[in-house]
């Protein structure tokens, strides 16, 4: 991100189309790199996503629209994404399967400091052998990014899915 | 609206299951038919869930003012939970009396009266039927009959039962009373987590697992499996073998009372047995497998209330997990998660954090809904085959540790005579 645009949003002063439009691009590579951590079921590389004080929520529709505060997978800090990473890699017994993250309608809600509201669709599709390839997961992330000096992480990352239910588990993250 | 009698019941079960013979050994052995045979869901679900049993439909919490309502699932028959206005909660089927159509669209809200969408017939919070658009007809033509009796056609209205808030129903007006049905251990535990204080609801979690309901009931009445499968639990001392334990049958076996004890993580004799505990591994975050103490008995316990509910207390995360049956081969667990209105700000936020043990999600639970998919392709086609169930001997009385298969047992011993094999 240019040192300008930086100043801007540690001012407040609205971003022009084309500061706008570079943080865009910033948001989507951290957005499909993420995705991609996913698809590869590299769990060590998920946790690198998130600042220490995150908090990561895949939660359904019905839950977030009510505002109920139990998530189907919930990390409340690092240690807890840590953790689950951990648990995946090494206690989860799960059939093997290959998932692809598709994304679309990246939006900035809001910028204000070094803090940064976005969202964006996704759609994952599983791939399971025996079976028909099927959408698992289909929702919206509602993100607050923030500026570290390793570059845009995850302060907060919930996975908000529309489907009533989850088809069977929900082993990676979303 | 009287219960359908069991001579006419029997007389619809046409098909294969009546030509179904259980194995000879009895209640050591399931065939695996009972997952797989259409015809044997149809009759388990008007035996069990249309019989006199009591369903678990809702926490009261969850419909907590005048109107509020929430829709449910007796086995494959949605239902409407809800609020009347005199605080009483009604329960419903929701199918319009007239064509069928399902009257409340809607997962949750509230409600004055319930109108169908499609000829707007309308009915007050108990089910019965108020009003009937154009029953007179118009300009003197059409209408009703004169002998079309309202009072006969109101949605069909359930027994209901409030135990310490949570909301049970049967479809049948001849059930024994709540406490009679589930006895008094079973009693003893539903009130453990039930005591009559405010109940707060945390979310919800719902999945579709690919295997009959029975397995996932069953799931619940096995903690030999838990101590091997689930190297999440063994290795934080969540669930060991090696803790202390009980494995109560209750009733006729239908229900069934599963104990154990946090333990915390060590190694012992018995995790030379245990190859997935892995003692090289520790958590970042203790809290997660760091339980309050909430209660005085430090049991960690899981409850099977047949035919609908696993009832759930592991640390300090408390569920219901509700039962629907979808077919032979298909079943959803809906996950209620809840705590107490009286919870400090600690023991809320460790309720949330210890909810990534369980669901569809779960440190424990992933490894369940793997496994009984594998089950049901496993029973897929086998229906000359079965499986054996004699882990702790062949009887079905109560035992005091986890090594023990005599819940499924006394639950197929119930079953078998309940379905007439």
Redesign the interface.
Known sequence: MPAETAAKMESGEALDRTELRALKQDLWELYEDYAQACDRQDFQAWTTFFTQDCEYKAISRENFDEALPHATLYCDGLGMVKDRAMALRETAVYEPRHLRHFLSGLRVTSVAGDSIESEANFLVVESMSGRESRIVFVGTYVDRVVRTPQGLKFQSRQAVFDNYRVLVSLVVPI | MASIPLQQTESREAGEAAERRWPEEGHTRIPYWVYTDESIFKKEMQRFFHGPTWNYVALDCEVPNPGDFKRSWIGNSQVVVVRDKDGSINVVENRCAHKGALVCWK??GNAKDFTCPYHQWNYDLKGNLQGVPLKRGALGQGGMPKDFDQKKWGLRKLQVTNRGGSIWASFDPEVPDFETYCGPEMLSYVDRLFPGKGLR??????????CNWKMYFENLKDPYHATL????FI?FGLWRADSKSESIPCSDGRHGIMVSRNEGKKTTEATKDMS?F?GE?D???KD?VTPFPEFPDRKVVGLTLFPSVVLQQQANTLGMRHIIPLSAKEV?VSWT?FGYEDDTPELA?LR??H??LM???G?V???D???L??CQFGANGAEDSMAVIEMGGKDTEPQDHMVTEVLIRSFYRFYKEAMGF
């Open positions: 997962n949750k609801l945390l979310g919800y979690s719902r999945q579709i697992i690919p499968l689930h190297a999440f290795t997935r892995k591994f958590l970042e975050d997660t959803e998660f936020r949330l954090r909810s990534n669901g569809p999600a440190f639970s992933i490894d809904s793997e496994v998919t594998q």
